[in-house]
């Protein structure tokens, strides 16, 4: 089990790496050593972290830390797990929400123990990440001690442990990546179409369009479904989808496979908070397959 003295140790110092070693500073866990593939971002965590030392080989950053994060990038996880020489009763813990336990098989032939411990959190800058981490899911795998460890770290850290099974973690990280990457790419469709259209920036249109998704978002995670379902399709507003429909397929036609699509799935959440009358929603419905098959309105 964790405590304040456990060594822990960070191999990949990358975002997600450098953000759990402040992360776990401010709670008063110990990151006593850190390898990267270059030795410039070992260091560039070390400098974060006091009493953190960069070491050039991967091995000996393994060799002085009982817990170590394994926070490369998903592909480079077995390599590593298969290369270095572990100690019996380390724990090594991969970050990847896609990979289960199993890329961690090599660590078991010599008494360590895998873990999987993913924060439900996008980590583009470390500060903003260390701030959005408390509140946040972590989706965990492991047995006995290194779940109730993974449970404990991220009780700490402020965040909602979650535990997953292995045939859980595809599905999971596919529907995170929806909530988080794949919004991303709408929101920058929906930036480039104002961009093109209405003469506004890029940037400038994704800072109009934050209070609505940060509000939308709010009212989701208060209110729950159906509750917080807002928007013409709710509302039965089938004048005004069809507009829609109409500019979309002429202005931002790239948007409009997305929309339909969307619109769709959210009909049967409409449906359930009885705002519009059946019909309407029956002829939304219509109207949108026959808009995702090329037949405007
Ligand atoms: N980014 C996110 O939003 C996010 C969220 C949750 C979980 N994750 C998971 O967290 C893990 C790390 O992601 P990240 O975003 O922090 O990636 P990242 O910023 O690209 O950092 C990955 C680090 O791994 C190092 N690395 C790559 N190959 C290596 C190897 N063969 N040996 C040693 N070090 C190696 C790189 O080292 P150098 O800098 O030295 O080249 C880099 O610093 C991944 O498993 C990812 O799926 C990411």
């Not at 850190?34 to 974060?48: D, H, I, M, Q, Y």
């Not at 926070?71 to 990979?99: E, L, M, N, P, Y």
């Not at 917080?228 to 002429?250: C, M």
Request: glycine share 10%.
């Amino acid at each position: 089990m964790i405590n304040y003295q456990t060594p822990i140790g960070i191999i990949g110092a990358g975002s997600v790496g450098k953000t759990l070693a402040l992360a776990m500073l401010n709670k008063g866990y110990i990151t006593n050593s850190t390898a990267s593939r270059t030795f410039e971002s070992a260091k560039s965590l070390a400098r974060l972290v006091p009493g953190c030392v960069a070491y050039p080989e991967l091995q000996s950053a393994a060799d002085n830390a009982e817990i170590i994060f394994v926070t490369t990038s998903d592909d480079a996880i077995g390599q590593i797990a298969s290369k270095i020489r572990w100690r019996k009763g380390q724990t090594v813990i991969h970050c990847s929400g896609a990979a289960s336990l199993d890329v961690l098989e090599p660590v078991r032939q010599y008494g360590a123990v895998p873990g999987a411990f993913h924060p439900c959190q996008t980590f583009s800058s470390v500060s903003e990440a260390v701030e959005s981490l408390p509140g946040s899911t972590f989706a965990i795998e492991g047995d006995g001690d290194t779940r109730a460890t993974l449970e404990h770290l991220a009780t700490a850290l402020g965040g909602n442990p979650i535990f997953l099974r292995p045939e859980h973690k595809p599905l999971y990280h596919g529907t995170v990546v929806m909530a988080g990457g794949i919004l991303n790419t709408l929101l920058g469709a929906i930036a480039d179409s104002w961009e093109r259209e209405f003469k506004i920036p890029r940037n400038d249109a994704l800072k109009a369009l934050t209070p609505i998704t940060k509000g939308t978002a709010i009212s989701l995670s208060s209110k729950g479904l159906p509750t917080a379902a807002a928007g013409p399709h709710v509302r039965g507003d089938v004048g005004t989808i069809k507009k829609h429909i109409q500019s979309i397929s002429l202005q931002a036609p790239e948007l409009l496979p997305a929309y339909c699509s969307m619109l769709l799935a959210g009909l049967g959440i409409a449906a359930e908070k009885e705002v519009a009358p059946e019909e309407k929603i029956t002829e939304i419905r219509e109207m949108l397959i026959e808009a995702s098959d090329g037949r405007l309105p």
